[in-house]
Each structure stands twice: as C-alpha cells, then as structure tokens.
T-cell receptor
Framework: GEDVEQSLFLSVREGDSSVINCTYT??????LYWYKQEPGAGLQLLTY?????DMKQDQRLTVLLNKKDKHLSLRIADTQTGDSAIYFCAESIGGSYIPTFGRGTSLIVHP | IAGITQAPTSQILAAGRRMTLRCTQDMRHNAMYWYRQDLGLGLRLIHYSNTAGTTGKGEVPDGYSVSRANTDDFPLTLASAVPSQTSVYFCASSATGEADTQYFGPGTRLTVL
C-alpha cells in the first residue's frame, strides 16, 4: 500500500468546517505537513506539526495528530470559496530525508 | 525575492527531441528536487540533490537527468522525449534544519507529441 493515503475529494458548503484526513505508515515520521495547491500553481506549505505534538492551531486551521493510529487531519473553519484547492498531506523522518506526499484531496467549496 | 523560478512556463515538444527544464532558487537552499504531477498519481519524485555537486534518483528517474553545478540551479533534461513524459513538472527546494519544508516553483507544463 501507499505510504501516505488521502481521500481524493471533499465537497463542503461555504461557511461550514472542512476536515481532510490522512493516514501514514512510517512510525518514525518526525514531521507531518499540509500543503495547498491552487489551480495552475505549485504547492504551498500551509502548516506542519512535529510528531511529538497532538495539535497545532493557526487561525482557521487546526491540525490534529494521532500517532497511535498514524492519522493526521486538517480542519478548516468557516470554509471559503478561496479555500477550494488540492490539499496534500506529507511526512518526513527528518535529517535531510525527502518528504513523502499523498495523492492530494480536492476540496470543493460551494455556495 | 523571487523564491523559485522555473522556465519555460509551458512547452509543446515533438517526441525524440531533447529538452531542458530550468529551475533557479535564490534562497540559498542546499536541497533541490524535481517532481512530476500527473492526474490521479499525485507528486512523484524524479531526481533530487542534497547539496551542490551531488544528485540522487527518485521514484521515477528513467528518461531524465539532472546536474547541480551550483547551489542555485538545478536543470532537468529529457534526452529524448516520449509522450509518457507529458506532465506538469515542479521544482522544489528546502533547507536542512527548517523541518524539511519544501518551497515549490510554479511548474512547467510539458506536452510531448
């Protein structure tokens, strides 16, 4: 199976919360990331979390990490149409190791 | 501050032709990467370089070559392009010690006919 798995699509109504989920297999992961890719653009780092943390909050974004289940989630509060994009989960074990990316979740925000 | 630039933005290429995709960063990052992005397959690593003068193979290196003569530039060459290399190519860079955070270029859309 893949090292990092995500569902491919998520559709939400504007103003609702979005939750994008990710599972990974490497228990030695040190950093876990969320990247955002808008249409026609490259990936942009949204946030990352160290593996010794359970939660990280940054304005409308909340990242939750369950190390036992190797599950990472990104919650976007008050989702706006500008949040429509592909969201990539990634993990790295650090020390110049190259991050492994999931296939991305397409978030569609409709009015 | 430009970050990472890629050139060209897009290109249509005849099969069998040689093509070099350019990537330049001005952040003095030691590590650089080339990915291809295909629908349904996500990002796949082609080649990487941890520091100037060294390169390594990623998940899908066949048909591609890279060089890293200096810190800033990391060109990707297709020696003899084939239609299966039609893709969007992203260059990225990162600095050791910054949680391996990668910074991506805007991408090059390549079509091989």
């Amino acid at each position: 199976g893949e090292d990092v798995e995500q569902s491919l699509f998520l559709s939400v109504r504007e103003g609702d919360s979005s939750v994008i989920n990710c599972t990974y297999t490497d228990s030695s992961s040190t950093y876990l990331y969320w990247y955002k890719q808008e249409p026609g653009a490259g990936l942009q780092l949204l946030t990352y979390i160290f593996s010794n943390m359970d939660m990280k909050q940054d304005q409308r974004l909340t990242v939750l990490l369950n190390k036992k289940d190797k599950h990472l989630s990104l919650r976007i509060a008050d989702t706006q149409t500008g949040d429509s994009a592909i969201y990539f989960c990634a993990e790295s074990i650090g020390g110049s190791y190259i991050p492994t990316f999931g296939r991305g979740t397409s978030l569609i925000v409709h009015p | 501050i430009a970050g990472i630039t890629q050139a060209p933005t897009s290109q249509i290429l005849a099969a069998g032709r040689r093509m070099t995709l350019r990537c330049t960063q001005d952040m003095r990052h030691n590590a650089m990467y080339w990915y291809r992005q295909d629908l349904g397959l996500g990002l796949r690593l082609i080649h990487y370089s941890n520091t100037a003068g060294t390169t390594g193979k990623g998940e899908v290196p066949d048909g591609y070559s890279v060089s890293r003569a200096n810190t800033d530039d990391f060109p990707l060459t297709l020696a003899s392009a084939v239609p299966s290399q039609t893709s969007v190519y992203f260059c990225a860079s990162s600095a050791t010690g910054e949680a391996d955070t990668q910074y991506f270029g805007p991408g090059t859309r390549l079509t091989v006919l």
